[in-house]
């Protein structure tokens, strides 16, 4: 079994060659065959759209879910910041899964198909107008040489029968010249037989050899002409591969979040949120707002004060002197209002404990330049320009 295989492997591999007849299908095929892979990388890659569109999705449900848990936690200060910046990363992080799908589909599938309609011409009754003229470029340059292929396989086959038949012959006779059973004029017979296959096969071996000549002479100018159908067929393959090359690496860039400026700016601010994280502010605001820090009426000596009783009113001066007391109240709460903020009297005493904390005494009046932030600090300012931050319980507006 392994002798014919190894007899038999040369010429598989000989019928499998470019240039026996017919095998160069393969190069024609590849225009249909690219004409596909065209068509399967756009779906494969719509696909890979609806995933990153389901990502996006799958982030912004995430987010939406958890932003009131994070918003109601028992948290507070930087860290309470940190934990609802996660879910601002990934309302950003899922914008940007949802444009790298439009790209997918409106930039990459539509590069594909158009440059898949403008290089392949269908014909009406099926394939390629490329096809064709490969096809046919092929097939007149194989015809000659088919021929002269099967005229000399024709000659071969004629040699090797009558080779077949003159071994026989020679054999007979060998053998009837070693055995006396067999009479002169049997082995004169076979001697003359002999004779005559043997000047047939040098007429066909001469044949034979006269059109294995010819091929030879032939085959440079078949190879010429193949060569050069073929190097037109790789002229627009290799278009085909310069062109999916650009297409893949478009979807690279698409795909590819390392070089992303959004995305790294979404991180960085994340950790950047992350890092600022203080403990000392954090437990301040705490101490401040719900700790010993928090303002307190403590108990002391109260006088007693008679109550007034209210002087009778006559009826008609009811209402002048209600429009009296509006426009004096209206009048107060205009010059309550400066320029540049509002009006504040200091209801307790507050000693500044950081440098940018502003300082004063109960009943002290300064201006409120800033509203209260996230953790109960206003900014104030007094006559003296001294500007600072303050407990914004620790005062009311004149």
């Known amino acids: 079994m392994s002798t014919e295989q190894s007899e038999t492997s040369p010429e598989d591999v000989n019928n499998r060659s470019f240039w026996m007849p017919g095998n160069f299908q393969r190069t024609v095929r590849r225009t249909e065959d690219s004409f596909q892979a065209c068509t399967d990388i756009v779906s494969c890659f719509q696909e890979r759209a609806r995933v990153e569109r389901q990502y996006a999705q799958a982030l912004s449900e995430w987010s939406q879910k958890w932003r009131p848990v994070v918003d109601s936690s028992p948290l507070y200060g930087s860290l309470l910041k940190a934990w609802q910046c996660f879910m601002s990363s990934a309302d950003r992080l899922a914008s ?25 011409h269908k014909k009406v009754f099926g394939g390629f107008k490329e096809t064709q003229e490969i096809d046919t470029g092929f097939t007149r340059a194989q015809k000659p040489w088919a021929k002269k292929l099967k005229k000399l396989d024709k000659a071969r086959q004629a040699y090797h029968k009558v080779s077949r038949r003159e071994h026989l012959v020679r054999e007979r006779e060998a053998h009837a010249q070693g055995n006396p059973d067999v009479n002169i004029d049997k082995q004169k017979k076979l001697q003359e037989e002999l004779q005559l296959i043997t000047q047939e096969a040098d007429k066909v071996r001469s044949r034979y050899e006269k059109v294995l000549e010819e091929v030879n002479r032939y085959a440079p100018r078949y190879m010429e002409e193949m060569e050069s159908v073929f190097d037109q067929s790789q002229d627009e393959e290799r278009k ?16 590819d979040v390392t070089t992303d400026e959004s995305v790294k700016a979404v991180y960085s601010g994340l950790h950047n949120t992350l890092m600022s994280i203080d403990e000392q502010d954090d437990l301040r605001w705490w101490k401040n707002t719900h700790g010993p820090g928090m303002p307190t009426d403590w108990p002391h000596f109260q006088e007693y004060t008679p109550e007034k009783k209210p002087k009778p009113k006559k009826v008609k001066k009811e209402v002048t002197e209600a429009k009296e007391v509006m426009q004096v109240e209206t009048e107060s ?66």
């Open 96 to 120: 940007l899964h949802a444009s790298m799908c439009r790209a997918l589909v409106a930039e990459d599938g539509d590069r594909v198909r158009t440059w898949q309609k403008d290089n392949f």
């Open 240 to 255: 085909r591969i310069m062109f999916l090359k650009q297409a893949f690496l478009s979807i690279h860039q698409h795909l």
């Open 333 to 398: 709460i205009e010059k309550s209002v400066m320029i540049g903020g509002v009006k504040v009297r200091a209801l307790y005493d507050y000693m500044g404990q950081e440098t940018d904390e502003l300082s004063f005494k109960a009943g002290e009046e300064f201006l409120k330049i800033e509203d209260e932030d996230d953790q109960g600090w206003c900014r104030g300012m007094k006559d003296g320009g001294l500007e600072g931050l303050y407990p914004a319980n620790y005062v009311e507006v004149v």
